[in-house]
T-cell receptor, first 114, second 114 residues
Framework: NAGVTQTPKFQVLKTGQSMTLQCAQDMNHNSMYWYRQDPGMGLRLIYYSASEGTTDKGEVPNGYNVSRLNKREFSLRLESAAPSQTSVYFC?????????????FGPGTRLTVL | GQQVMQIPQYQHVQEGEDFTTYCNSSTTLSNIQWYKQRPGGHPVFLIQLVKSGEVKKQKRLTFQFGEAKKNSSLHITATQTTDVGTYFCAGSRNSGGSNYKLTFGKGTLLTVNP
């Protein structure tokens, strides 16, 4: 099992460009999440999907959109990138139905917006 | 909204010394999780605490959940160079269902001098 995979691993954008970050999990998990990590800020939740067909805003949703394409895949889109969106983006998933809601993280996408 | 504060932000120790990081929430938590992130890596789940006053041990790591379920700590005995990384606490107020959201502390970066 690959666990949680993310593409791309690295990306450089110019201000105003758009892009989609891809995430997939092969653990049959119900819930999926997108976080951003900035130095000294910990992990902040952008959007999450409790189950296939649902998405909800997290702590910092402005400038982002998401799509839960199916149970496996959860994508994050930047429509018009800004330098403030330079960050490391992590996708995560969790079973969402058992007692221990452990989250499994992907390797991250390191995004730079010039 | 819910806030989770974590101290200290940084801790440098000599190998063999003990280390403790503390986590405090502005609200009562239903559970708290701890994650470790190695430099350049992604967060990896360590443990979840659910019960008031709970104490769990994993080899040299001891995790505690406060009686009021608003604070937690992670203590490492006799640190080793393999303990290097950032330790995050993450709390949730949700008690069930698949819409499980975590609020992460900003983390404590531990460095160990061999």
């Amino acid at each position: 099992n690959a666990g949680v995979t993310q593409t791309p691993k690295f990306q450089v954008l110019k201000t105003g460009q758009s892009m989609t970050l891809q995430c997939a999990q092969d653990m049959n998990h119900n819930s999926m999440y997108w976080y951003r990590q900035d130095p000294g800020m910990g992990l902040r939740l952008i959007y999450y999907s409790a189950s296939e067909g649902t998405t909800d805003k997290g702590e910092v949703p402005n400038g982002y959109n998401v799509s839960r394409l199916n149970k496996r895949e959860f994508s994050l889109r930047l429509e018009s990138a800004a330098p403030s969106q330079t960050s490391v983006y992590f996708c995560a998933s969790s079973e969402g139905t058992s007692v221990v809601y452990e989250q499994f993280f992907g390797p991250g996408t390191r995004l730079t917006v010039l | 909204g819910q806030q989770v504060m974590q101290i200290p932000q940084y801790q440098h120790v000599q190998e063999g010394e003990d280390f403790t990081t503390y986590c405090n929430s502005s609200t009562t938590l239903s559970n708290i999780q701890w994650y470790k992130q190695r430099p350049g890596g992604h967060p990896v789940f360590l443990i979840q605490l659910v019960k008031s006053g709970e104490v769990k041990k994993q080899k040299r790591l001891t995790f505690q959940f406060g009686e009021a379920k608003k604070n937690s700590s992670l203590h490492i005995t006799a640190t080793q160079t393999t303990d290097v990384g950032t330790y995050f606490c993450a709390g949730s107020r949700n008690s069930g269902g698949s819409n499980y959201k975590l609020t992460f502390g900003k983390g404590t970066l531990l460095t160990v001098n061999p």
